[in-house]
Each structure stands twice: as structure tokens, then as C-alpha cells.
């Protein structure tokens, strides 16, 4: 019951999200978590959507009780209108706050490290000599894996002349946003999909075919059995992904997976905390009940 993955927001290790652009090539999901959204197999993916990746990093440093405390808290913040109850629409809202909250902060991180001469833009020259400098100097000559490196150059660049709107090789705020965040971004799309089948696409032949595909997010163990959510993603590409049925996901199928205009993922999470934690099925949670102590204590005593 997921009354006890809230619960387990409190003590679950978050994976760190914030990264320098140039670490996080891969955009396969516009999604709230990098973890599967597997609740047999804990609720780390609960944990990052409900709390936001960066604060997520933060409870699995505080004690049982801090972390109590510090839920109900949050819990009184969502119920914005203060009747006692937590609705879809403030659980869907306070998520995708949560979502827009790690961008700026992600934004913000990395802004001064690569506004060199803080007038309040960065210029492609500025981001490439704070990333690569030394070793454009050296020309990746002294790089063990010197062809990866020259790749991560050349997609930057590319990212970065697509977000750069009017294409005078200087970023604002908002076009440094798009290069670092792409996915949030409509104008970005054919980056986002391209970077994805690139990075997928292991044959070099522009398409993902089932093997890549479930390559990317599982690798087998010699003599292990293919978990039950392996074959279900199996099922997906079939029946749902590849929508021509012709074996690959090409462009518009990868777009149609991965990009949010398509899917909310945010919707998607606050119905799923909502029906597992709605034990009355009145599509409202208790404020109280939704973040009480004795939820919480059923989590620990479990353990």
C-alpha cells in the first residue's frame, strides 16, 4: 500500500539529478525520477516526485522523527485551501511545483560557474572554455577516451546553437534553461528526440529496435531470470511504442515516449499517491492521515 511508500520518503536515499550538462547526455524520460517506478521494489521513485530531487537528497540525513515533522509540514503546505483534505488537483499541483522548483534551482547551480564575465548571458565561447578549456588546449590528447569527449563537444554545441533562439552564440536566462533542460521546451524537441536515439541507437542505424531499447534500461546478470517489469517494458514497445509496428521506434515514436507534452507525468504520480493512499475511495486524502505519525511509525516498525 502506498500509504507506507509516503511514509518511506523519509528514509530512502535519493539519487542525486543536478549534474553540469555536460555529465547528463542522456534525456530518455521527461520524467519526475531517474528510478523505475517500481513500488515492489521500493519507492525511490515516490520519493524524488513527491519531494523533488534536490530535498529528496536531503531526509535520508535526518532522524525518523525530523523526517515525521518534516512531512507533516509538507503535508499542510499541498492542502492549500485548508479543509483538511489533500485533492488530486493540489497533490498534481504541488508535484509539478516541485518539478519547475529543481529546474531553477539546477538553472541557478550552474549559472556563475559559466557567466564568466557576469553580465547576465552566457556566450557559447564562455561554456566551452569553462568545460573543455584545458583539454581543448591539449586537444583531448591527454583523454583517455578522447573520442567520447570530442562527442560530448560536438552535442553540446549543437544544444547549445538550438536553444540559443536568435542565434547570435549568446544564451539568456531562459534560452541557457532550454540548453540545459531541453526536454521542458517545445522548441527543443527534435534535440531531445535526436540526442535520445543517438544515445540508444547502439547498430548506428537511426532507429531503436527492442534490444536497444531494453538494453538502455536493463542488463541481465549471467543465469539471472528477466524481471516481470523487463517483460512488460517488452509488452510496451510492442503494443505501445511501436506504433507502426515495424519493429523500430523511429523519431516521431521516441518523441511520442519520451517528450512531456505527451504524457503528465505529474498527473500520472498524483493519481497513482491518490488511489493507493485513498483508503475511503472519495478521490480526497485525509491531510492528516496522508502524513500522520502512525503511518509513518507502520513504515519504521516494518522495516
Known sequence: MLLRSLASLCILAAVAFAVPAQ???????????????????????????????????????????ESKDRL??????????????????????WIKHRQRRYIEENVNKHWNDYDKNQDGKIAWEEYKNTTYGFYLDEEFDDIEDKATYKAMLTRDE???????????????????TAFLHPEEFDYMRDVVVQETVEDIDKNGDGKINMDEYIGDMYSPESGEREPDWVQTERKHFSDFRDANKDGYLDGDE???????GEVDHADNEAKHLIHETDTDKVDLITALVFGSTHALNYHFNSQ
Open 23 to 65: 555529465e547528463k547526455r542522456i534525456h530518455h524520460h521527461a520524467d519526475l525520477s531517474d528510478h523505475a517506478h517500481d513500488d515492489a521494489h521500493g519507492f525511490q521513485y515516490d520519493h524524488e516526485a513527491f519531494l523533488g530531487k534536490e530535498e529528496a537528497k536531503t531526509f535520508d540525513q535526518l532522524t525518523p522523527e
Open 72 to 93: 507533516a509540514k509538507i503535508v499542510d503546505r499541498i492542502d492549500t485551501n485548508k479543509d483538511g483534505y489533500v485533492s488530486h488537483t493540489e497533490l498534481h499541483y
Open 254 to 260: 521516441v518523441a511520442h515516449w519520451i517528450l512531456p
Open 158 to 176: 549543437r544544444r547549445f546553437k538550438n536553444a540559443d533562439r536568435d542565434r547570435d552564440g549568446i544564451a539568456t536566462r531562459e534560452e541557457f
